[in-house]
C-alpha cells in the first residue's frame, strides 16, 4: 500500500512539516490506524535506528525522525479512545533513569488509554527517588517501565528492589518492555510481566487487575 511507504519515508526523511498533513488525509481516508502505526510509523524508526548503527545518520536527524512520529501519533492519539466507560485501574507509567527514549511509552500509554486504564504519565529519565516518591503518593495498581538502552535495563531491577524494601511490592504489579527487554530479563529481575509491545502491554495490564 502506497501511504503506508510514504508515511514511512516521511518519519524516516524527518518531513516534520508535512507528517501533519498527511496522517490527517489518512484518517479522513478511513485508513487501518493500527497498520499505519505499525507497518509505517513503527516500521520507519527501525530503519532510523539501522541508519543510526551504521553511522549514515547521527542524533539530530534521529531526533527530528521522532519529532516527526510524535506529531503522526498525536493526531491519532484521540482516535484510539476505546468503548470502555469506567476506569479500569490506575497505572504510573514512566521511562527509567538515562533513558529519554519515550515514543514507545507514549504509545503504549495511548493503547491503554484507549482500553480504559487511567494514565498517570511521568515522563522520563526518571530516578528511582523521584518514582518512589510519585508511587507512594499515587498507589497505583500497575507500575510501567519503559528503556530502550541496555545501559537503562538496569534501572528496572532498581525500582522494584526498592518497591521491595518499601513493602509496595505485594500491592503494585510491574510492568516492563521497551526494545531491548524480554520476558527472561523481566523474569530475571522479578516483574510481574513484559509486554512486546503497546497491544501486549495492554493484554498483559488486563490480567492484573
Ligand atoms: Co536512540 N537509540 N539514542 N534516540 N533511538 C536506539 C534505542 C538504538 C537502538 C539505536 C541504534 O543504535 N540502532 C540505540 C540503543 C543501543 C543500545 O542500547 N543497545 C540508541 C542510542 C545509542 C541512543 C543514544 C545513546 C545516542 C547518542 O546520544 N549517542 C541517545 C541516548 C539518549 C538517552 O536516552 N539517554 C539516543 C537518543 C535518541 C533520540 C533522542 C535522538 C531519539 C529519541 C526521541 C524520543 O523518544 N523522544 C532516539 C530514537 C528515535 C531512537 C530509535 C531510532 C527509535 C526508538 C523509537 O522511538 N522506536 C532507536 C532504534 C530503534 O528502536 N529501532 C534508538 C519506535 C517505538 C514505537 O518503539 O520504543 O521500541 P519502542 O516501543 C515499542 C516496544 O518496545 C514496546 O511497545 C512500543 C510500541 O510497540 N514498549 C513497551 C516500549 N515501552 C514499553 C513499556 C511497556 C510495554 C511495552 O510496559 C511498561
Known amino acids: 500500500m502506497g501511504y503506508l511507504k510514504d508515511i514511512k519515508d516521511a518519519i524516516i526523511n524527518g ?11 489518512l484518517i479522513k481516508d478511513g485508513v487501518d490506524l493500527k497498520q499505519l502505526i505499525d507497518e509505517g510509523m513503527i516500521a520507519a524508526m527501525d ?20 519529532v516527526t512520529m510524535q506529531k503522526g501519533l498525536d ?6 479512545k476505546g468503548e470502555e466507560t469506567k476506569t479500569r485501574g490506575t497505572i504510573v507509567m ?4 538515562g533513558d529519554i527514549h519515550d515514543i514507545g511509552k507514549n504509545l503504549v500509554n495511548m493503547m491503554l488509554e484507549g482500553a480504559g486504564f487511567k494514565i498517570i504519565d511521568l515522563g522520563v529519565d526518571l530516578s528511582v527517588d523521584q518514582l518512589m516518591k510519585q508511587v507512594k503518593e499515587i498507589q ?8 530502550l538502552l541496555t ?3 538496569p534501572q528496572m531491577k532498581k525500582v522494584i528492589e526498592t518497591l521491595e524494601h518499601a513493602g509496595l511490592r505485594k500491592t503494585i ?6 526494545a531491548p527487554v524480554d520476558k527472561k530479563f523481566a523474569d530475571a529481575i522479578g516483574a510481574d510481566g513484559y509486554g512486546a509491545d503497546a497491544a501486549e502491554a495492554v493484554k498483559l495490564a488486563r490480567t492484573f487487575v
Open 173 to 178: 504489579k510491574v510492568m516492563v518492555g521497551g
Open 94 to 97: 514512566c521511562t527509567v533513569k
Open 151 to 153: 545501559t537503562s535495563m
Open 140 to 147: 497505583p495498581d500497575i507500575l510501567g517501565l519503559s528503556a
Open 75 to 80: 493526531l491519532i492519539k484521540p482516535l484510539l
Open 47 to 66: 530503519v532510523v535506528g539501522e541508519k543510526f548503527a551504521n553511522s549514515e545518520i547521527f542524533v539530530p536527524e534521529m531526533l527530528v525522525s521522532a
Open 15 to 25: 518531513k516534520y512539516k508535512e507528517i501533519e498533513g498527511m496522517v490527517s488525509q
